[in-house]
């Protein structure tokens, strides 16, 4: 800890400690009032209004994949404020409804035909687009990899508050043009045009058994490469620790994860990756929406239910037909499914990362891990360092003067032809060694 003649050696700091700690202060008030408000408009609103977690305890869902920073956001001030409400007597108006009873989308969700196409569909199953098919199979049909020829598929896994866009509409045209296998880019649960039920805590067994009952099974896929990014990594290594015979290769693209600690994993990914900072604002966003519930309910009020409206003046103002699939993708959620996916897989899958690449490590899953060393969303350090200590035998690229975005954007021809060699490799490595070796 500094002395005071290190703290007065640098008095420049002390105005932007002040600043910090004043503007999250306002957002603690701001938010418990908000907090007030939502339970008044919950209430008139909602049949079975359904109370938030500032007024929930972490108790019997504690071992359900759902993660103790819903409940504990360490903040002293906001705490004591919640506190001194519960003292006085003001609670949100709730009943003791089931959560399957909640009303989907809620009226703070948008209900236009585009964010409801799931609810027609049927079958709860998630959307995905596939980049390329060999041949096409009857809808619903079971395939397997043998009637497509020697190459494996390939799932890719988009981050938080993305979509199948991320990889369909970037790296799947590279990729179609040489390779001979189909290209699976699904929406997460909650997330482009894949159900978003208000009834789901979206935890990672949510994500990871939705991938299974969607693609996996569905499609017959008894072998296949893994690709992703951001927060997808958690979902693909949870799922190829589900799946470890059936994975060749998982491809991680600036994967959130930390050493183990004193600390509690979920806290700190919750502390590392949304830090309570003004600057850079693409820092300061993340932990406004990471931090603050209803505060970030309310901007999914303007910006994500009155999407179709800020597309309109994006259009006039761009003087372009479309809107970047990027831009769209931010508003292809609920406030509910990216609170509760933020916390409950970004955090919570903290908790279990490390024994899920014990499993990979364990059945010799090639691994390959690539990151910007100017991404500040997900410190390169989570690569370079922690999940390299983890699993030093991984690929590692790191690549210089790339950030969370591009290190795929911008390069996409690149990253088409390292997936291809990495892929060729793994299967030209698992052929030589058919005789019941085990992967290296």
């Not at 008044?40 to 994949?65: I, K, N, Q, W």
């Not at 001979?180 to 805590?201: I, Q």
């Not at 979902?235 to 183990?260: D, E, G, H």
């Not at 508003?331 to 990216?338: D, G, Q």
Request: with cysteine; aromatic share 8%.
């Amino acid at each position: 800890m500094p002395g005071l003649a290190d703290l007065l050696s640098r008095p420049a700091k002390w105005p932007r400690v002040a600043l910090t700690a004043a503007v999250f202060t306002f957002l603690d008030v701001l938010d418990v009032l908000l907090c007030l408000v939502y339970a008044v408009l919950d209430a008139f609103l909602e049949e079975s209004p359904v109370a938030c977690y500032c007024h929930r305890t972490h108790g019997a869902e504690e071992d359900s994949g759902v993660s103790d920073t819903l409940y504990v956001r360490r903040s002293a001030f906001r705490d004591a404020l919640l506190a001194l409400i519960r003292t006085v007597g003001v609670r949100r108006r709730t009943t003791n409804a089931s959560p399957d009873k909640a009303r989907s989308p809620r009226w703070s969700d948008c209900g236009c035909a585009r964010c409801l196409v799931w609810r027609s569909s049927g079958g709860g199953r998630l959307h995905f687009v596939v980049g390329k098919e060999e041949p096409t199979p009857t809808k619903g049909a079971a395939t397997t990899g043998s009637e497509r020829g020697p190459e494996d598929d390939a799932i890719f896994i988009h981050g938080f508050t993305s979509s199948s866009s991320f990889w369909a509409q970037t790296v799947f045209p590279e990729l179609a043009a040489a390779a001979n296998r189909r290209l699976l880019a699904v929406d997460l649960l909650g997330f482009g045009d894949s159900p978003k039920p208000a009834n789901c805590a979206y935890t990672l067994r949510d994500h990871v058994e939705a991938i299974e009952r969607s693609l996996i099974d569905p499609l017959g896929l008894t072998s296949f490469h893994l690709v992703s990014h951001s927060m997808g990594c958690t979902v693909a290594i949870a799922l190829a620790a589900r799946n470890p015979a059936r994975v060749k290769s998982i491809t991680l693209v600036a994967p959130p994860y930390f050493l183990p600690c004193e600390e509690k994993a979920s806290q700190v990914a919750l502390s590392r990756l949304a830090e309570r900072k003004l600057w850079p604002p693409l820092v300061f966003g993340t932990a406004v929406m990471s931090w603050y519930e209803h505060i970030g309910r309310t901007v999914c009020f303007v910006i994500c239910k009155n999407h179709r409206v800020w597309e309109w003046l994006i259009r006039i103002l761009t003087r372009k037909r479309g809107v970047d699939f990027v831009v769209r993708d931010l508003t292809r959620h609920t406030h509910h499914s990216a609170w509760n996916t933020m916390h409950n897989v970004i955090c919570g899958g903290a908790g279990v990362q490390d024994r899920n690449l014990e499993v990979l490590a364990a059945a010799g899953v090639p691994v390959r891990v690539v990151h910007g060393d100017g991404d500040q969303v997900v410190p390169v350090e989570c690569s370079s360092r922690h999940l390299k200590s983890k699993l030093p035998r991984a690929e590692l690229r790191l690549l210089g003067g790339r950030d969370h975005r591009t290190v795929v954007f911008g390069r996409e021809k690149e990253f088409a032809e390292e997936l291809r060699v990495f892929w060729s490799g793994c299967e030209n490595r698992e052929a030589v060694v058919m005789d019941g070796c085990v992967r290296a």
